[in-house]
């Protein structure tokens, strides 16, 4: 069985920059606790502070990363944002709609 390549050759620098936002989601999720609550240590809760904000560069790491990984050189973009939308609009429009009529139902029950 052969596995197939990618369209792109093997860079091990984006699984560097994968690693390192992976890592600051983790960090984000760890010290938003500590980041919300005041402690008695204003130092601690400081450090938790500049922890958290200087882990928000995690989620345009993996925007980056992904816009990338997806573009290819001689694409029409419009060909390119048509495909994907296409099968977006299915699921997106599938669970607005459970979305909708829960939110719905959940609020004439309470």
């Given at each position: 069985?052969?596995?197939?390549?990618?369209?792109?050759?093997?860079?091990?620098?984006?699984?560097?920059?994968?690693?390192?936002?992976?890592?600051?989601?983790?960090?984000?999720?760890?010290?938003?606790?500590?980041?919300?609550?005041?402690?008695?240590?204003?130092?601690?809760?400081?450090?938790?502070?500049?922890?958290?904000?200087?882990?928000?560069?995690?989620?345009p790491l993996f925007f980056m990363v992904s816009g990338y990984l997806l573009y290819k050189p001689g694409i029409d973009p419009g060909l390119f944002f048509r495909r994907r939308l296409r099968r977006l609009m299915i699921p997106l429009i599938t669970w607005s709609i459970i979305y909708v009529v829960f939110r719905v139902h959940w609020q004439e029950v309470v």
């Amino acid at each position: 069985m052969t596995v197939p390549r990618a369209s792109r050759d093997h860079e091990p620098w984006i699984d560097a920059v994968r690693s390192i936002a992976i890592i600051l989601v983790v960090t984000i999720h760890c010290s938003t606790g500590y980041f919300r609550e005041p402690s008695e240590s204003v130092p601690g809760w400081l450090f938790a502070c500049f922890v958290h904000v200087s882990s928000q560069i995690a989620v345009p790491l993996f925007f980056m990363v992904s816009g990338y990984l997806l573009y290819k050189p001689g694409i029409d973009p419009g060909l390119f944002f048509r495909r994907r939308l296409r099968r977006l609009m299915i699921p997106l429009i599938t669970w607005s709609i459970i979305y909708v009529v829960f939110r719905v139902h959940w609020q004439e029950v309470v």
